[in-house]
């Protein structure tokens, strides 16, 4: 019977620590990791515009077209499997002269088709922009520069970005009186607290170069929250 008191004594006890004794401490940090990178491709977006007075001759006229162009950039070394059709509108074209409140007469119709292209030779970048002009687009932007091992660049980062963290918190671990532990989590240096699987946060691209229509340089950032346990 004593023994059970005793026992009972020390449950009863063990209630009356706080709770917050066996609560694991933890430290969040923040950290950020940078690499950079030559690009090594440019994104390249032609419109090819058709027009004539029906549809079923605007559409055998922009297969003719995209049929030039197709050719005309594999003659400038770009592969079929890099040109792909983002997009195209056929729009009715009106003359509006009559007066008299009479409805406007239909004339014909304006087909926009529109080719993004990724060129994987930048010297041959001019090269391409020139057999697009050839081939009838007449309206070329470069929409930017990137580099092929993209998810390789941000795994270097991410691996950056927890050093910087662990750093930080070891820091302050040592400052509490204790040491480092293991991750807890993970997450978007921007989050509220919603954990994420190592290799996301919040991604920064900067270009540099001595012109932006050329970067000589592609920097791939990432910022991240980092929770450790403390030992």
């Known amino acids: ?4 008191t005793r026992v009972s004594i020390a449950v009863f006890a063990l209630l009356l620590v706080p709770i917050s004794l066996f609560a694991q401490r933890t430290i969040t940090v923040s950290g950020a990791g940078s690499v950079s990178a030559k690009p090594d491709y440019a994104i390249v977006t032609l419109m090819l515009t058709s027009q004539n007075n029906t549809a ?19 003659d400038a070394g770009v592969s079929p499997e890099d040109i792909e059709q983002r997009s195209f509108a ?44 050839q081939a009838g687009a007449n309206n070329i932007s470069i929409e930017g520069y990137d580099v092929s091992n993209k998810e390789k660049l941000k795994n270097e980062a991410v691996k950056k970005a927890i050093e910087d963290a662990r750093e930080e918190a070891g820091r302050l671990a040592r400052e509490m009186g204790g040491s480092l532990g293991e991750i807890i989590s993970v997450s978007d240096s921007e989050s ?34 980092v929770t450790f346990s403390v030992k």
């Open 56 to 74: 079923q001759t605007v559409f055998a006229q922009s297969d003719e077209n995209s049929s030039r162009l197709m050719k005309s950039l594999g």
């Open 1 to 4: 019977m004593k023994t059970l």
């Open 192 to 225: 509220a607290g919603g954990a994420q699987a190592m290799g996301f946060g919040r991604e920064e691209e900067e270009r540099r170069g001595p012109a932006a229509i050329n970067p000589q340089e592609i920097k791939k950032k990432v910022e991240l929250k």
């Open 90 to 133: 056929l729009n009715p074209t009106y003359d509006y002269s009559s007066g008299g409140g009479a409805p406007p007469k239909l004339v014909g119709y304006h087909m926009m088709a529109t080719y993004q292209v990724k060129v994987r030779n930048l010297k041959s970048l001019p090269v391409v922009l020139d057999a697009g002009t």
